[in-house]
T-cell receptor, first 113, second 109 residues
Framework: DAMVIQNPRYQVTQFGKPVTLSCSQT?????MYWYQQKSSQAPKLLFH???????NEADTPDNFQSRRPNTSFCFLDIRSPGLGDAAMYLC????????????FGNGTRLTVT | GQNIDQPTEMTATEGAIVQINCTYQ??????LFWYQQHAGEAPTFLSY??LDGLEEKGRFSSFLSRSKGYSYLLLKELQMKDSASYLC??????????WGAGTKLIIKP
């Protein structure tokens, strides 16, 4: 089945220790998104790629970086995690056109100790 | 600014019907999505409306009125597994999704 896969499902990191979350897709979608979601809040878009074009949201901290080496893979790098960065991180893919829903991975729950 | 409003929490009884409302103000409109999200899991797609009217999909239906900036999700014959958050999201003129904070639906036996 075509899908979006995120690894790991749960990640624990120490305050200030860099961490990388990964996402892969078999849907061949042009667009890949990274969202941060905290409890009982809407998903917050951090950035997205349309093919190789990177689009950063204005309020995404510099602490968050992303890489998309090819169509299938996308990575979220948190350079110096703080306690406030503990959240669920959701990767999603889409075609970037109307009537096209986003397809989400299962998410990575990040804990910062 | 862009804004999506939906109730924070609703409670309903197993077997009953519940309607979850969503109002929106966005820069342009390219459709409205409803997603279901169980606790600790990713959102899953439920429905899409871009034209006014009702879209029915089994026990779930979604309604849209573009002139009123209003949508609702109707869940019939509620089951315990329907306990989840329901997120309303609007695609704006830049094809970006604007998300509501979600409505937590609690189903009681």
């Amino acid at each position: 089945d075509a899908m979006v896969i995120q690894n790991p499902r749960y990640q624990v990191t120490q305050f200030g220790k860099p961490v990388t979350l990964s996402c892969s897709q078999t849907l061949n979608h042009n667009v890949m998104y990274w969202y941060q979601q905290k409890s009982s809040q809407a998903p917050k878009l951090l950035f997205h790629y349309y093919d190789k074009d990177f689009n950063n949201e204005a309020d995404t901290p510099d602490n968050f970086q992303s890489r998309r080496p090819n169509t299938s893979f996308c990575f979220l790098d948190i350079r110096s995690p703080g306690l406030g960065d503990a959240a669920m991180y959701l990767c999603a893919t889409g075609t970037g056109t109307e009537n096209s829903p986003l397809h989400f991975g299962n998410g990575t729950r990040l804990t910062v100790t | 600014g862009q804004n999506i409003d939906q109730p924070t929490e609703m409670t309903a009884t197993e077997g009953a019907i519940v309607q979850i409302n969503c109002t929106y103000q966005t820069s342009g409109f390219n459709g409205l999505f409803w997603y279901q999200q169980h606790a600790g899991e990713a959102p899953t797609f439920l429905s899409y409306n871009v034209l006014d009217g009702l879209e029915e999909k089994g026990r779930f239906s979604s309604f849209l009125s573009r002139s009123k900036g209003y949508s609702y999700l109707l869940l019939k014959e509620l089951q315990m597994k329907d306990s989840a958050s329901y997120l309303c999201a609007v695609m704006d003129s830049n094809y970006q999704l604007i998300w509501g904070a979600g409505t937590k639906l609690i189903i009681k036996p």
